[in-house]
């Protein structure tokens, strides 16, 4: 049974940073797709960005230029660097894998509270 485990979550500033993580029990070059998902309070659960390892990206357009994922196929993460977060950034962010069965498989969730 794959596990995804978050990381890095907090209470950060308008305009400030945070780097998530999510590590893995298998290797990520073992799923069709990882990535990070989010959800704010009385909303549904939206994909933030998404990696195919060892292939293609993809962003949400309301973090296009800000946030950055990054996989690591040698340890088995997958990071999520938020800049320039703003207010409407807050949210339990969710790590994602996708087998090539098309499974789903979720982290616990970590939340990000962007106020000042």
């Known amino acids: 049974q794959e596990q995804l485990v978050e990381s890095g979550g907090g209470l950060v500033q308008p305009g400030g940073s945070l780097r998530l993580s999510c590590q893995f029990s298998?290797?990520?070059?073992?799923?069709?797709?990882v990535g990070w998902y989010r959800q704010a309070p009385g909303k549904q659960r939206d994909v933030v960005a998404t990696i195919a390892p060892g292939r293609s990206t993809d962003y949400a357009n309301a973090v296009k230029g800000r946030f950055t994922i990054i996989g690591d196929n040698a340890k088995n993460t997958v990071a999520l660097q938020l800049n320039r977060l703003k207010p409407e950034d807050t949210a339990v962010y969710y790590c994602?894998?996708?087998?090539?069965?098309?499974?789903?498989?979720w982290g616990q969730g970590t939340p990000v509270t962007v106020s000042s």
């Open positions: 994602h894998a996708r087998n090539w069965n098309y499974q789903d498989y």
């Open positions: 298998v290797s990520i070059l073992s799923y069709y797709s």
